[in-house]
């Protein structure tokens, strides 16, 4: 077979969510840093061209990730990622970043210690810091140490045509999310309500980032809200989480990113404080527990350092392969399975 390209993937869920690492013939990425190598997959059309290949049909699907594994530039860091997704490349999750430790770890990529290994994992929004428990081969659960987590504006209000005045608060986890109660769109957070809550998902964010532009003051590459993310507290105490996904798609597992960014509100509104712990629950029920390991600063606006844990689980190995003769080497997706907003792809 004369294959113009070919790249390896190792298949792994964490807590539902599919991200799927490029384990083996991943092309050099041009760029001095990982925010440089994310910003030119996000600009440039050979980074276009990379990130359809891999996550559009029919090589790829609607549901989860590809992360890219890349060569570390940092001198603390052990292996560098970048996560791909059918709107853009992205710098930061918490269930990818899950992923990818499970992979290096149990693909003998990084040296597995047991009874715990430290990974460090650079990404475009800083350092990632893994600790996974090991035992008999494989790990067990991965306590990610996040990056630098803070609020942009709280209760920010907007006018929908849907739902009249709802509020809504605007933080950073990692990459920029609206962190909406679901409450207000008259919805709960169960798997039979996953297409509404995905397509007001998909509104909100056109609305919000057409009036209300956002961009990391350290960081200029991250920039706009990636990510609605719907928000409740179950029976328990837990916090129920929904984040929904362009073009429309629910995330399955709790989201990291997304805690995280929740967790510098409940700090900001003096419901959380160094040391607590929460547990959040996913829209199929599966669980983080989410921490708040200390209090910090990013470019002078109070700031905290979140810890996310949960597990991953390998379930495949496969290589995608280009034939240079495939009138669809561009990618495709279709309303039919990938949402109302499939079209725009």
């Known amino acids: 077979m004369r294959w113009k390209r070919t790249i390896q993937l190792l298949d792994v869920h964490c807590e539902g969510e599919i991200g799927r690492v490029a384990i083996g013939g991943v092309p050099k990425i041009p760029g001095n840093t990982i925010a440089e190598q994310l910003h030119w997959l996000n600009t440039d059309p050979k980074g276009e061209e990379l990130r359809r290949f891999l996550v559009l049909e ?3 699907a609607p549901i989860g990730s590809v992360n890219l594994l890349l060569p570390a530039r940092h001198p603390d860091a052990d292996a560098a990622f970048i996560i791909l997704q059918p709107d853009q490349a992205h710098a930061s999750s918490g269930s990818n970043s899950i992923c990818v430790t499970t992979a290096l770890l149990e693909s003998g990529i990084v040296e597995m210690k047991e009874p715990e290994t430290v990974v460090t994992l650079e990404t475009a929004a800083g350092l990632v810091r893994a600790t996974a428990t090991c035992r008999d081969g494989r790990c067990e659960k991965v306590r990610l140490t996040m990056v630098p987590s803070f609020v942009h504006e709280l209760d920010v209000e907007i006018d929908t045509p849907q739902w009249g005045r709802i509020k809504l608060d605007l933080c950073y986890g990692g990459i920029f999310y609206a962190l909406v109660d679901v ?5 709960t957070i169960e798997k039979a309500k996953a297409a509404s809550l995905v397509q007001a998902g998909m509104v909100l964010k056109e609305l919000i980032n057409r009036t209300v532009p956002v961009v990391h003051p350290e960081i200029p ?8 993310m719907f928000r409740d507290i179950d029976a328990d105490g837990a916090i129920r989480t929904c984040t929904t996904m362009w073009p429309g798609r629910a995330d399955r597992s709790p989201c990291g990113t997304g805690n995280s960014a929740n967790l510098a509100t409940l700090h900001a509104c003096g419901k959380a404080k160094v040391g607590d712990v929460f547990k959040s629950r996913s829209i199929i029920g599966s669980e983080f527990e989410v921490g708040l390991q200390a209090e910090t600063e990013v470019a002078g606006k109070p700031a905290i350092i979140p810890t996310i844990t949960g597990r991953g689980f390998t379930f495949g190995l496969s290589q995608v392969a280009l034939d240079p003769f495939d009138p669809m080497a561009n990618g495709f997706a279709m309303t039919d399975v990938w949402g109302p907003l499939a079209g725009e792809i």
């Open 58 to 60: 029919p090589r790829g």
């Open 183 to 187: 409450g207000q769109i008259g919805l």
């Open 221 to 228: 590459a991250i920039s706009g809200v990636a990510y609605v």
